[in-house]
């Protein structure tokens, strides 16, 4: 029982972010891709994955709550 909460409690909490804040968290947290590979693939820098992902990180732990 636990277990189900716990994932309905993070399905939640990734419904709550933007489009863009998900696919870059599952990207490199589920995937696992490097960062330098998010950036080359959506053609952005290096910093700007890094302060996104920062950003949606910081919007999931909220809606976690």
């Known amino acids: 029982m636990e277990i189900v909460l716990a994932a309905q ?3 939640g909490a990734l419904d709550a972010l933007t489009s863009d ?13 490097p960062m ?11 910093g700007t994955v890094k302060s996104r992902t920062h950003h949606a990180l910081k919007a999931f732990r909220k809606a976690k709550r």
């Open 21 to 33: 804040q998900r696919t870059l968290l599952v990207e490199v947290y589920v995937y696992g891709w």
């Open 9 to 11: 409690t993070i399905l």
């Open 36 to 46: 330098s590979q998010v950036a080359a693939q959506r053609g952005i820098p290096i």
